[in-house]
């Protein structure tokens, strides 16, 4: 059960190469940018920092092996986190309808064109973490024909 003052995100990236830590990227993805409820971004960060301080019931060492019951003893690895708010855009207003108070590091507002065989992702970073994050992801996807980003 999910705390009040806590959202579980729809999607959870793990960035490496970022710092000395991994990154946890915490992503709310809606249909329409006003559906973007206040103050999501710290309420995702705030469920998956609990959800990770919390030892596994099951684990398995690979994808070969049988699920076990996990019995040891249980230390959570640092990690910085990060958040996004994600919504089909307007490409002539991706962010106008997004509300000022949703408390996310990137927005990302994801225009498909060509009969949904490419997009235009609108992105707009908010706080420092949110713009190396950006960088990021933004060069990883460097030579990927299929998506564009545009900054704003």
């Known amino acids: 059960m999910t705390a009040k003052d806590e959202k579980r995100p729809d999607h959870v990236f793990a960035i490496f190469g970022l710092g000395s830590i991994a990154l946890c990227l915490c992503v709310e993805s809606k249909e329409r940018p006003s559906s973007l409820e206040s103050m999501i971004g710290p309420r995702l960060v705030k ?6 301080g ?13 699920w076990s019951v996990y019995n040891g003893d249980w230390m959570t690895q640092p990690l910085e986190f990060a958040s996004m708010g994600a919504y089909l855009a307007d490409s002539d207003a991706p962010f106008d309808r997004v509300r000022i108070d949703v408390g996310v590091d990137i927005l990302c507002g994801i225009v498909f064109l060509d009969n949904a065989s ?19 992801i ?3 996807s460097a030579g990927n ?7 704003g």
């Open 54 to 66: 919390t030892a596994p019931s099951i684990w398995r060492r690979s994808a070969t092996e049988s």
């Open 47 to 52: 469920y998956t920092r609990t959800l990770f």
């Open 145 to 151: 024909s299929l998506v564009e980003f545009e900054e």
């Open 138 to 140: 933004i060069a990883a």
């Open 118 to 136: 490419r997009c235009v992702a609108h992105v707009r970073a908010l706080t420092e973490t949110g713009r190396r994050v950006l960088a990021h």
